[in-house]
């Protein structure tokens, strides 16, 4: 199996940008979940979808932020605008629904940088 | 407020040199405690899911161990490949929610 893929793997924009960043979940996963890591805060859920549906978005910083996720197979963040303070890693992760426990995988990851 | 805490921070140890990773959590319905290996510029990877106190599970060097208030890492006769920062983690419904982490440097 792939993986979870994410794209792009860097970006570097400028404050008041859109910017969105693309995930794949892995095959026959039913859960899908963005998270944002930085140095002060660690990693933090923002949202995350079951069926293709939002379940819980109460991570979701601010307005500015929105997820869609239109098919089993894609997913989208969206920041807009965008703001340096928005700097983070941003991670999307899927799992599979009724395997035993709560694994989650993780993509590489996207790194943001808003200057 | 449910809270997972890791210790210590950061860890330097010697080729060879064991020891242990600290985790504890103020949880209740607690479903599973993970642990994850991140390396630089890679997104966590998924080591072990323990479910109830006294369950212990191993994977090479590494052995996840589980009481009811805390996890401990233990790690023996680690190599400089087991650099990394090993999160913790706790489940509740379908999210996990993650601590700081230690950032773990073996020493060749």
């Known amino acids: 199996d792939a993986g979870v893929i994410q794209s792009p793997r860097h970006e570097v924009t400028e404050m008041g940008q859109e910017v969105t960043l693309r995930c794949k979940p892995i095959?026959?996963?039913?859960?899908l979940f963005w998270y944002r890591q930085t140095m002060m805060r660690g990693l933090e859920l923002l949202i995350y979808?079951?069926?293709?549906?939002?379940?819980?978005d109460s991570g979701m910083p601010e307005d500015r932020f929105s997820a869609k996720m239109p098919n089993a197979s894609f997913s989208t963040l969206k920041i807009q605008p965008s703001e340096p303070r928005d700097s983070a890693v941003y991670f999307c992760?899927?799992?599979?629904?009724?395997?035993?426990?709560?694994?989650?995988?993780f993509g590489e990851g996207s790194w943001l940088t808003v200057v | 407020e449910d809270q997972v805490t890791q210790s210590p921070e950061a860890l330097r140890l010697q080729e060879g040199e064991s020891s242990s990773l600290n985790c504890s959590y103020t949880?209740?319905?607690?479903?599973?405690l993970f642990w994850y290996r991140q390396d630089p510029g890679k997104g966590p990877e998924f080591l072990f899911t323990?479910?109830?106190a006294g369950e212990e599970k191993e994977k090479e060097r590494l052995k996840a161990t589980l009481t009811k208030k805390e996890s401990f890492l233990h790690i023996t006769a680690p190599k400089p490949e087991d650099s990394a920062t090993y999160l913790c983690?706790?489940?509740?419904?379908?999210?996990?929610?993650f601590g700081t982490g230690t950032r773990l440097t073996i020493i060749p």
């Open positions: 992760a899927s799992r599979a629904q009724g395997v035993s426990g709560n694994t989650i995988y």
């Open positions: 095959s026959g996963h039913d859960y």
């Open positions: 979808f079951n069926n293709n549906v939002p379940i819980d």
């Open positions: 949880v209740s319905g607690l479903r599973g």
């Open positions: 323990l479910y109830s």
């Open positions: 983690a706790r489940g509740i419904r379908e999210k996990l929610t």
